[in-house]
């Protein structure tokens, strides 16, 4: 299994390259570059006024005096084109990006004169908390749901449950955290929990515990609306796979041996039936972290990872956009492969290195 864990790590390597050069490609040919964004931002200063930029390099002084009559001075534009590199070749530009990447150095964010990874790592804790928790509150509920369905297939128990779960479903999460806030944030009805950030503003004073209950209180409804919506689909999918495992020939011949059924679903039925489920963890784990939290961040003002790339690709702020590319595949790629070593942890008969041979 060494062999096959050191393989893939270095699988990961090209695969990286190839989806950097993708997206680089992509968004090079993408109309509204992060000059553009300056000069569409220019246009509308008043005349008659100087604007100062500073751009990481140096600062940029801006006379706005003739920009109404005859436009943006081509100098300037010039200059704007050095400062961000774009009076190099692409393939120069994207080779320079990689040498950088190497030594784990993203560069410095266009429009917040700031490094990429400064910023990342900002916004990380709120990423990894709604996703961390989010993605556990789900699997607790719903594999365990799932199992008991699946036993008392047919009854009423699995009609009204899934009746539920499917309500549930239907409901978009932007709009179930709206409601969560017009019920308990203060909106229409009770004030009970807060509508902004992570932590309270005197976090730094308060107790181990008492950070401990701050920090919980504020994810309380955004982790919520995060999970309303993603039980569907794991509960059936657990609910099938464990139907489609009791019914197998080696259940009944256990059965018939004698065995119990709590024997037979935790020590035959279990290791086979969660298979398919672990191998949907890693794509749970990436949706929640960077995309299915987007506009619960934007909803509860919590500043992460998915807030901070949509908000560097409508800026066109190029260094920002590849560095959080960077960091979904990579961290993508590294639950794949947790993944796949889960699946020998379940179930030891599961041989990846035979099969590559």
Known sequence: MASYTLRRLLLMIPTLLGILLL?????????????????????GLDAG???????????????????????????????????????????????????????LDFGDSFFRDRPVVELI???????????????????????????????????RFDIWSSSLVIVGYAIPGFLFAILLIVLFAGGSYWDLFPLRGLTSPDF????????????????????????????????????????????????LTARAKGASDR??????????????IIAGLPAALVGIFFTGSLLIEVIFSLEGLGLLGFEA???????????????????????????DL???????RIDFETRES
């Open 23 to 43: 997206n680089f490609v992509i968004v090079q040919a993408a109309p509204g570059g992060p000059i553009d964004q300056l000069l569409a931002r220019f246009e």
């Open 204 to 251: 730094e004073t308060l107790s181990a515990w008492g950070k401990v209950k701050d920090y919980f209180w504020h994810l309380a409804l955004p982790v919520t609306a995060l999970t309303i919506g993603s039980f569907a689909t794991l509960t059936m999918l657990t609910k099938n796979s464990f139907l489609d495992e009791i019914h197998k020939q080696y259940v």
């Open 313 to 339: 690709v409508m800026q066109r702020d190029y260094p920002v956009i590849f560095g959080t590319l960077f960091l979904y595949t990579l961290i993508g790629l590294i639950l794949k492969l947790i993944s």
């Open 263 to 276: 024997r037979v679903l935790y020590g035959h039925v279990f290791r086979n039936a969660m298979l398919i």
């Open 121 to 155: 790592v900002e916004r990380l804790p709120v990423s990894i908390s709604l996703g961390l928790w989010s993605t556990l509150l789900v699997y607790l509920i719903s594999i365990p749901l799932g199992i008991r369905k699946a036993l008392r297939h047919g009854s």
């Open 49 to 103: 006024a100087s604007t100062r930029l500073d751009m990481g390099g140096g600062e940029v002084v801006v006379e706005n005096e003739s920009r109404g009559a005859r436009g943006i001075d081509p100098q300037f534009i010039e200059q704007l084109e050095a400062q961000f590199g774009f009076d190099r070749p692409a393939h120069e530009r994207f080779l320079g990006m990689l040498a950088d990447y190497a030594r």
């Open 342 to 348: 889960t699946y020998v942890w379940v179930d030891p």
